[in-house]
Each structure stands twice: as structure tokens, then as C-alpha cells.
């Protein structure tokens, strides 16, 4: 059996999605910078998926920027802002992606305050600090994920955008996991920019896309021709673009049902691993369902002699799951999120993301091969 659970690292593409990219790979190739009926009608396509991205967001089509992906357009938002609208202080927190946080730490480099707000030992954002930095800090941006990619805890978008509003300070989001997942609806957020990844919603890779609510006016991060309204020089991903859009379209007529099947197959991981190994925990609050990303499951398991195998091992057994997030696989620095946590260094961890696509079957399937790596007598302590 060939099982995928590691839809946060990136999910198959949907064969509609791939369909209706297909007439803009070999029929409509135009550029859509050309004037001409080939580059008109490719504009068109262009335009026609900004609107209805822009509609599903409650958004307005001039709101809305394609990217190549969720980190050029967190790139964007923050780099832009911090140059052109007189940021002095940056506030984030030591578990965001790579994206922002090696952004962010740039940008330090060259002179701008850095502070990282506490979080308690679940990886949590202490909300209390979060006002204080913010409130006596003029001229701040504040950039903190709505849901982690490693543990799934989700931040309440909703409070921060208000204490944001109320002390004037910019608010930045990676919404890149929850974006297709939830429905945002920008007018009442108070975010000032939000981030989507088609590649994390059944799209296509190497497309995505930046919100830059009305209120806020910066110029391009990648200089070059007057595409996406001077925002972003280069030729479009047109079929990058069709296929964002349609897979954000499907997420959105099937939000619901998806949403009920993905928590059936975590509530299901959650008993089951809770019944066949001992001692199992969950990182984060990835266990509580309420409070987590209900894609993500973040286990925490016994010390064991083979923890360091534990993928390797489910991998030979047809099971592909992460250790922490995929953008540092390669690496051999652990997961700076895990680092954060209050946890046991000699457990083991494993991230298991769900799709759609995923069935009861797979859950039970890996979690008895699982179980198998953690008998009591291969168990150390
Ligand atoms: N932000 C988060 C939270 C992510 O999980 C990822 C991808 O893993 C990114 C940003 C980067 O997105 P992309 O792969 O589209 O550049």
C-alpha cells in the first residue's frame, strides 16, 4: 500500500485543475502582454482568475497579485512594507516559515528591530506580550502565521487584526496553509496583506499569490515590465494562474464536506495511535481540533532506539510523512518549531497531513505500521 500524508509539504494536483490548465499549455499560448487576438484572450484568462480568486476572499480583483508562491509573495509584503511605509519594528515569532522568518531576519541584518513574541510551551502566541509590543512600538509590523505548517496551532487572525487597528500597526499573515482550507473573508479581517500557495490546495506548484488590501499602496519586490499592474515584472504562469484559480474554486464548493472527511481521518489518527502506542503525544495543540490546523497532525512519540529511522522506516513501508517541515528536508538542522516546544528532545516526532484524497484505510494502515516500530521490547524507556 502507497500511502501520502504529507499534503502540508504539498498535495497532488486535482485532475479538473489540470484540465483546465491544459487549453493554456497548448491552444492559448499568447503573451498576454501582446495586444493581439492571441495575447487578448490570454489576458482575459488572466483577469477572469483574479476575479475569481478575488470573489471567493470577499476581495476586490486590484487586490489581489500573483506570485510565484507563497514565499515570494511573504517576501514581498514584508520587504515592501518595512522600505516604503517607515517600519522600524518588526514583531514575529520563532515558529514561522522560513519565508518570513529568514526574511525577517534579514532585514535585522540591516538594522531594523527585531522582537519575537512568547509563546507558552505549546507554541502558542501569548497574546498579552503581543499588545505590549505593539502597543509601545510606533511604526511596527507585525507578521505571524494564521497555521503553523509543522504542528497546525492556528493563530486567532480575528484579535490580532484588531489590536493591530488599534495601535496602528501593520499586520502581515502567511495564511499559506489555512488559505483555501477556511474561508477568509477579507473585509472583516483587518489584515493588511495575506499570502495563498495554489500547490497546498490541489494546484499547481511554483504559483501563487499576494492580498494587498486596498488601504495599503507599495511598489514591486521583482522589477521588470508593468505585469500585475506594475506589481510584479515577468511574463505570468498563465496556466499557473488558471489552475490557482480553479483549485481555489473547488476548495471552496467542497470546503465543507472536505473539512468533515479530513477531521474524521484525525480524529481517527489521534484514538488510534492513542490505543496502539504508549505514551503518545501530540506537539503543539495539534491534538485539540478547535485550535489546530485540521490538516495537520503533529505526533509526539516515545523515545526509541530508532527514532532517528522512524521516516525511513514508514517510507519502506509505502507511508510518506515529514519530520518537520519539507522546505528543510536536505538539511541537517532539526525543526526550528520543534525547537520552541517544550518537549522531550529523545521523542521522536512525525507530521501527518491529510487531503481529500486520503482514506480511514491509510490511517489505519499507518498507524499499524507505526505501532509495529514501537512494540514495548524495541521501546528504550
Ligand atoms: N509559508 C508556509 C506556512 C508554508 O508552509 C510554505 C510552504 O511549505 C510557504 C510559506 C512557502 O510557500 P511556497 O512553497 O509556495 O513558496
Same mark, same amino acid.
Given at each position: 500500500?502507497?500511502?501520502?500524508?504529507?499534503?502540508?509539504?504539498?498535495?497532488?494536483?486535482?485532475?479538473?485543475?489540470?484540465?483546465?490548465?491544459?487549453?493554456?499549455?497548448?491552444?492559448?499560448?499568447?503573451?498576454?502582454?501582446?495586444?493581439?487576438?492571441?495575447?487578448?484572450?490570454?489576458?482575459?484568462?488572466?483577469?477572469?482568475?483574479?476575479?475569481?480568486?478575488?470573489?471567493?476572499?470577499?476581495?476586490?480583483?486590484?487586490?489581489?497579485?500573483?506570485?510565484?508562491?507563497?514565499?515570494?509573495?511573504?517576501?514581498?509584503?514584508?520587504?515592501?512594507?518595512?522600505?516604503?511605509?517607515?517600519?522600524?519594528?518588526?514583531?514575529?515569532?520563532?515558529?514561522?516559515?522560513?519565508?518570513?522568518?529568514?526574511?525577517?531576519?534579514?532585514?535585522?541584518?540591516?538594522?531594523?528591530?527585531?522582537?519575537?513574541?512568547?509563546?507558552?510551551?505549546?507554541?502558542?502566541?501569548?497574546?498579552?506580550?503581543?499588545?505590549?509590543?505593539?502597543?509601545?512600538?510606533?511604526?511596527?509590523?507585525?507578521?505571524?502565521?494564521?497555521?503553523?505548517?509543522?504542528?497546525?496551532?492556528?493563530?486567532?487572525?480575528?484579535?490580532?487584526?484588531?489590536?493591530?487597528?488599534?495601535?496602528?500597526?501593520?499586520?502581515?499573515?502567511?495564511?499559506?496553509?489555512?488559505?483555501?482550507?477556511?474561508?477568509?473573508?477579507?473585509?472583516?479581517?483587518?489584515?493588511?496583506?495575506?499570502?495563498?500557495?495554489?500547490?497546498?490546495?490541489?494546484?499547481? +506548484?511554483? *504559483?501563487?499569490? %499576494?492580498? !494587498?488590501?486596498?488601504?495599503? #499602496?507599495?511598489?514591486?519586490? &521583482?522589477? @521588470?515590465?508593468?505585469?500585475?499592474?506594475?506589481?510584479?515584472?515577468?511574463?505570468?504562469?498563465?496556466?499557473?494562474?488558471?489552475?490557482?484559480?480553479?483549485?481555489?474554486?473547488?476548495?471552496?464548493?467542497?470546503?465543507?464536506?472536505?473539512? +468533515?472527511? *479530513?477531521?474524521? %481521518?484525525? !480524529?481517527?489518527?489521534?484514538? #488510534?495511535?492513542?490505543?496502539? &502506542?504508549? @505514551?503518545?503525544?501530540?506537539?503543539?495543540?495539534?491534538?485539540?481540533?478547535?485550535?489546530?490546523?485540521?490538516?495537520?497532525?503533529?505526533?509526539?512519540?516515545?523515545?526509541?532506539?530508532?527514532?532517528?529511522?522512524?521516516?525511513?522506516?514508514?517510507?519502506?513501508?509505502?507511508?510518506?510523512?515529514?519530520?518537520?517541515?519539507?522546505?528543510?528536508?536536505?538539511?541537517?538542522? @532539526?525543526?526550528?518549531?520543534?525547537?520552541?516546544?517544550?518537549?522531550?528532545?529523545?521523542?521522536?516526532?512525525?507530521?501527518?497531513?491529510?487531503?481529500?484524497?486520503?482514506?480511514?484505510?491509510?490511517?489505519?494502515?499507518?498507524?499499524?505500521?507505526?505501532?509495529?516500530?514501537?512494540?514495548?521490547?524495541?521501546?528504550?524507556?
Amino acid at each position: 500500500m502507497k500511502v501520502y500524508f504529507d499534503n502540508a509539504a504539498t498535495t497532488a494536483i486535482d485532475q479538473d485543475v489540470f484540465e483546465a490548465m491544459k487549453p493554456y499549455m497548448l491552444e492559448h499560448f499568447g503573451n498576454p502582454s501582446s495586444i493581439h487576438s492571441h495575447g487578448r484572450q490570454v489576458r482575459t484568462a488572466i483577469e477572469r482568475s483574479r476575479k475569481k480568486v478575488a470573489d471567493l476572499l470577499n476581495a476586490a480583483p486590484a487586490e489581489i497579485f500573483f506570485t510565484s508562491g507563497g514565499t515570494e509573495a511573504d517576501n514581498t509584503a514584508i520587504r515592501c512594507t518595512v522600505s516604503e511605509k517607515g517600519i522600524k519594528h518588526i514583531v514575529t515569532s520563532k515558529v514561522e516559515h522560513h519565508a518570513v522568518l529568514h526574511t525577517v531576519q534579514s532585514l535585522e541584518k540591516r538594522g531594523i528591530k527585531v522582537s519575537y513574541v512568547d509563546l507558552n510551551d505549546k507554541g502558542q502566541v501569548d497574546l498579552n506580550h503581543l499588545e505590549s509590543l505593539v502597543k509601545n512600538n510606533p511604526d511596527t509590523l507585525v507578521t505571524l502565521m494564521h497555521a503553523n505548517n509543522e504542528i497546525g496551532n492556528l493563530l486567532d487572525l480575528n484579535k490580532v487584526g484588531d489590536m493591530c487597528e488599534e495601535y496602528g500597526a501593520c499586520f502581515h499573515s502567511d495564511t499559506v496553509q489555512s488559505m483555501a482550507h477556511y474561508k477568509h473573508d477579507m473585509p472583516n479581517l483587518k489584515l493588511d496583506f495575506a499570502v495563498g500557495s495554489a500547490h497546498k490546495f490541489h494546484g499547481p +506548484k511554483g *504559483i501563487g499569490f %499576494l492580498y !494587498i488590501n486596498h488601504k495599503n #499602496k507599495i511598489h514591486p519586490f &521583482i522589477h @521588470g515590465g508593468a505585469q500585475e499592474r506594475n506589481m510584479r515584472g515577468g511574463t505570468e504562469n498563465v496556466y499557473g494562474i488558471v489552475g490557482l484559480a480553479k483549485a481555489m474554486e473547488i476548495a471552496y464548493a467542497d470546503m465543507d464536506a472536505h473539512r +468533515k472527511h *479530513i477531521e474524521g %481521518l484525525k !480524529i481517527r489518527m489521534i484514538e #488510534k495511535l492513542k490505543a496502539n &502506542i504508549d @505514551g503518545v503525544q501530540f506537539n503543539g495543540v495539534s491534538d485539540d481540533l478547535d485550535n489546530s490546523l485540521y490538516t495537520v497532525l503533529s505526533a509526539c512519540l516515545p523515545p526509541n532506539d530508532d527514532n532517528d529511522m522512524l521516516l525511513f522506516n514508514l517510507d519502506i513501508a509505502g507511508i510518506s510523512a515529514s519530520g518537520g517541515s519539507a522546505c528543510s528536508s536536505g538539511s541537517s538542522i @532539526g525543526s526550528h518549531v520543534l525547537a520552541e516546544l517544550n518537549r522531550d528532545q529523545n521523542r521522536g516526532a512525525i507530521r501527518f497531513s491529510f487531503s481529500k484524497y486520503n482514506t480511514l484505510e491509510e490511517v489505519d494502515y499507518a498507524v499499524e505500521k507505526l505501532s509495529e516500530l514501537y512494540q514495548p521490547e524495541t521501546t528504550s524507556a
